[in-house]
């Protein structure tokens, strides 16, 4: 079988074909699985069976693989249909490699076939267990270690999802202690090292040292308010320090190696220098956040500097909106670059540097038409070994117009470690460059590029992502053919965001099918449309540095991304009051002469930080869903013998008569309010709004159905055929007097509602919000 034909197999169990290529080189991992394919029909076996056959190729252990047919089976029956009953599964056969025969009624009890574990159960656990820890909670709050619940109630439900566990943990601990404060956020104070005591004091340690390794395997694998922030982030990675960029692995050591590295040094004192390069052809978006904060989040935790560099050596896609908006996005994620340049800056010397190749024989003008040399196995070129001479004047023909385009190309002498033999370092374009003019015809291409201009800056650290691990020996024999300094390139993992596109060329599409207005679209992941929906950029910054930067490529959900906005969000954004959804409220016995106004803090837990005044009148407006007329169980707001309590005010309201329209729909609720301190005690207390202003609101829902709408195993008919179409909800709401006069991309929690900011929309007549994110995760969406 074929590289390429195991490839295809390994794509059966639905991973991507970069998944699927770096699979096929483990041997062990890609045997395995091919004879697990030979067990499992894909097409009758229940869904996410692929996905468990690769995890269970990934564990299983030499020992036991003579039950690998018994394994798959059980997951083709859907017997083991989670990594957790997969791995029980394992642990249950090494625990009895010795015996003769697997005893399949302790098996699946070993591994928990057919239990199932409902929400009502993982609530209850988590309260039984939250109530041991209680006390403790209340005195800790946020810096309580709630690994400890989650491990008891994951002791006591063995088989329940880990997410639901947790999720239930968060919310539960949200309802006892309210939103976060900024001392909870703030950094957890260095203790003092204690003297060395007896047995005690041993153990002590030891109990620490696992509640430790508890705590940050749970906050800062599993959630985002846990995590160390970019600059801590930063000055952990492993990388070499400035002019120690031998001792790299990989690096290439030539004869003149130290004397380039001591000039190197002197130019940058010794100082870290990274750089973020990105094409002016498009907006950002969220995954160059991560490269962002990695570039610059570097150089500033190593007391360096960072270069904006625009790649501009496409002249016909780029544009000089691009150019504005990559720096606005840059500096609105709080970075200053120390040096704006441009790949265009450096075009007489790229040049020079070409001439220089084709003089040592290590490039040459090649004829071959570019859909003759795409792809992993294009022929050589027959004119590879053409005369010195004769490539230096078609170069300079290529250079002074004479040849057409697409005629010839500049080919460097290098294979790639994927395969790609002699990677093209110019074309030619007939296009004027936006800085260069008509000057010149030809341009150099990324692959040419991107080494000399990191040389040329003395760039120390060239940080990109992993696809272009396969580009780093032919970054170090560029720099190596030229005799210049050569910088150091590590690789990290991208950041994929799932139930979204980032293309340039969809989210055009995007666009003109009228599925979203703009590139700022909130609905989209690119950072003008974040920041138009209100996130905060030091919420992506936490987001970031939650992931951590490792080599693996991986996606992740959106609810990742809202977890680390309400974190910023719940400390930063006042409190108001805002009804969507409004019904209309009297006040039959309102004694007042005029509107009473009270005085609300902003933070209702710090309310040194300020306040605003809130109107209370005989009229006001309420969410219809907090009135019922024929309540269901367990409902705890207003109905005709159920009174609720008025947030922020000193009333309590109970209904004295419901009035309807023609079609029977509640239209007004006369109501008789009573003191709180007097009245029967409320099972709830809800919000309100008298004299309201009204105001627009923009409820927006996820895009794409499908976690990988461009994946065409899982969306055949396209991303375009994914696209829901509830995803944009706009209400009148009737709003609180104090938002009037609050300006362009302010946030506010509208309270028991959501985190909304003030869309760029608002003019002096209509304040327009967008719905950030909810107050809470929807673990049904």
């Not at 047919?69 to 056969?93: H, Q």
């Not at 003769?100 to 574990?117: H, L, N, W």
């Not at 566990?165 to 001392?183: N, Y």
């Not at 829902?701 to 991303?719: I, Q, R, W």
Request: hydrophobic letters at 35%; aromatic letters at 8%; one cysteine or more.
């Amino acid at each position: 079988m074929t590289p390429e034909e195991i490839v295809e197999k390994l794509k059966l169990l639905g991973l991507s074909e970069q998944k699927a290529k770096e699979t096929l080189k483990n041997v062990n991992v890609t045997k395995i699985l091919l004879a697990a394919l030979n067990e499992v029909d894909l097409q009758k076996a229940p869904s996410g069976a692929g996905i468990l056959l690769y995890h269970l190729a990934t564990k299983i252990k030499p020992q036991i693989t003579e039950n690998l047919s018994f394994l798959c089976k059980n997951i083709a029956e859907g017997k083991l249909d989670s990594t957790l009953r997969v791995d029980a599964a394992i642990e249950y056969l090494l625990n009895t490699v010795n015996e003769s025969s697997v005893d399949v009624g302790k098996f699946e009890e070993a591994c928990g076939v057919g239990v199932s574990i409902t929400p009502e159960q993982i609530e209850q656990a988590v309260e039984k267990h939250m109530a041991q820890y209680k006390q403790e909670l209340i005195d800790k709050r946020y810096r309580f270690n709630s690994g400890i619940v989650m491990q008891a109630v994951r002791a006591e439900l063995k088989w329940a999802d880990g997410k639901a566990i947790k999720s239930e943990v968060e919310i539960q601990i949200l309802d006892l202690l309210g939103p976060k404060t900024e001392a909870d956020l703030a950094p957890v104070p260095k203790t003092e090292k204690k003297t060395k005591g007896g047995e005690g004091a041993k153990k002590s340690k030891k109990e620490n040292q696992h509640d430790n390794k508890v705590s940050e395997k749970i906050e800062l694998s599993e959630s985002t308010g846990g995590a160390i922030s970019m600059m801590d982030l930063m000055k952990k990675l492993p990388f070499h320090a400035p002019g120690e960029n031998y001792k790299s692995d990989g690096y290439v050591v030539t004869p003149n190696t130290k004397r380039l590295l001591e000039e190197h040094l002197k130019i940058t004192r010794g100082k870290v220098r990274t750089r973020f390069p990105p094409e002016p052809n498009g907006i950002l978006h969220i995954g160059h956040a991560k490269a962002i904060n990695i570039n610059f989040g570097y150089a500033a935790a190593h007391d360096g500097v960072c270069f904006l560099r625009y790649d501009d050596t496409n002249p016909e896609k780029e544009e000089e909106k691009f150019f504005i908006g990559i720096k606005d996005m840059v500096e609105w994620l709080g970075y200053k670059p120390y040096k704006i340049t441009h790949s265009s800056d450096y075009f007489d010397q790229l040049y020079e540097w070409a001439v220089q190749l084709i003089k040592k024989d290590n490039a040459y003008v090649c004829h071959q038409k570019s859909e003759e040399i795409k792809g992993f196995n294009p022929p050589p070129s027959p004119w590879r070994n053409r005369p010195i001479e004769e490539s230096l004047q078609l170069f300079e023909d290529m250079k002074n117009g004479k040849i057409d385009e697409g005629d010839a190309t500049l080919r460097m002498k290098i294979t790639l470690e994927e395969g790609k033999q002699d990677p093209v370092a110019y074309r030619i374009k007939f296009i004027p460059h936006h800085r260069t003019g008509s000057k010149w015809c030809i341009y150099p291409t990324y692959d040419y590029t991107h080494c000399l201009c990191d040389s040329i800056e003395h760039i120390t650290h060239s940080l990109c992502t992993k696809e272009f691990q396969s580009r780093r020996s032919s970054y170090y024999w560029l720099c190596n053919a030229l005799d210049i300094y050569c910088p150091v390139q590590w690789e990290y993992g991208r950041l994929n965001v799932n139930y979204t596109v980032v293309s340039k060329r969809k989210i055009a599409k995007l666009i003109d099918e009228g599925v979203v207005n703009d590139w700022d679209d909130p609905r989209l992941y690119t950072l003008t449309a974040l920041r138009r929906r209100g996130v905060p950029a030091a919420a992506v910054n936490s987001f970031c540095a939650a992931l951590g930067v490792t080599g693996a490529v991986g996606a992740v959900d959106p609810v990742m991304l809202d977890a680390a906005v309400r974190d910023v969000l719940n400390v930063t954004a006042p409190r108001t009051m805002v009804v969507l959804e409004p019904l209309k409220i009297t006040i039959t016995n309102y004694s007042g002469n005029g509107p009473i106004v009270y005085t609300v803090p902003d933070f209702p837990t710090e309310p040194e930080r300020g306040s605003h005044k809130v109107v209370f009148n005989k009229v006001l407006y309420i969410e219809y869903s907090d009135f019922k007329e024929q309540p269901e169980k367990g409902y705890r707001r207003l109905t005709p013998t159920q009174c609720v309590g008025l947030r922020h005010s000193d009333f309590v309201i109970k209904v004295s008569k419901v009035i309807k329209d023609e079609s029977g729909k509640v239209i007004e609720v006369e109501c008789e309010a009573e003191n709180v301190t007097s009245a029967e005690k409320p099972k709830a207390f809800i919000h309100w709004v008298a004299d309201p202003i009204a105001i627009e609101a923009r409820l927006y829902e996820p895009l794409f159905k499908h976690k990988n709408p461009e994946d065409t195993s899982e969306v055949p008919a396209g991303f375009l055929s994914d696209c829901r179409e509830d995803t944009l909800k706009v209400v009148t709401a009737l709003a609180d007097q104090s938002l009037a006069g609050a300006r362009v991309y302010d946030n506010f929690q509208f309270e028991r509602i959501g985190f909304f900011s003030i869309d760029p929309d608002t003019t002096t007549d209509k304040m327009v919000f967008n719905r950030t994110v909810s107050l809470k995760e929807d673990t049904g969406k």
